[in-house]
């Protein structure tokens, strides 16, 4: 026979359906566990010392992603899907940035 009409060999369909299921919940098993995980809090012993230099370093980070910001906007602009996507990306990671100094600062004053 041509290779249009070979028969393909037999499967055992209600097993390999079987096997996959049991393999999803396994999976689901371990995601609620890592869920838990997650969820758990940690207590963590740092210096004010360090909290300060964590805070002016990332005060630093944003002071870079201003600049790559007003660079890419006066030789790119906007104008353009991807420019336009980039300063957004730029603009979310500057908000994650001031985010994270305030609750640095809130850290420091405690």
């Known amino acids: 026979m041509d290779h249009?009409?070979?028969?393909?060999?037999?499967?055992?369909?209600?097993?390999?359906?079987?096997?996959e299921q049991s393999t999803k919940k396994?999976?689901?098993?371990?995601?609620?566990?890592?869920?838990?995980?997650?969820k758990q809090r940690t207590l963590l012993e740092v210096d004010l010392i360090d909290l300060r230099f964590f805070r002016d370093c990332t005060e630093l980070a944003r002071e870079y992603a201003q600049e790559v910001l007003?660079?890419?906007?006066?030789?790119?602009?906007?104008?353009?899907?991807?420019?336009?996507?980039?300063?957004?990306?730029?603009?979310?990671?500057?908000?994650?940035?001031?985010?994270?100094i305030e609750r640095l600062k809130n850290l420091a004053t405690l």
Request: hydrophobic share 30%.
């Open 70 to 100: 007003a660079i890419h906007d006066a030789n790119l602009g906007r104008n353009t899907r991807i420019n336009k996507l980039t300063a957004k990306g730029i603009e979310g990671d500057l908000r994650m940035i001031d985010r994270t």
């Open 26 to 38: 396994t999976m689901t098993e371990e995601q609620t566990q890592k869920q838990i995980l997650q």
């Open 4 to 19: 249009y009409h070979e028969t393909t060999p037999p499967t055992k369909l209600k097993s390999a359906v079987m096997g």
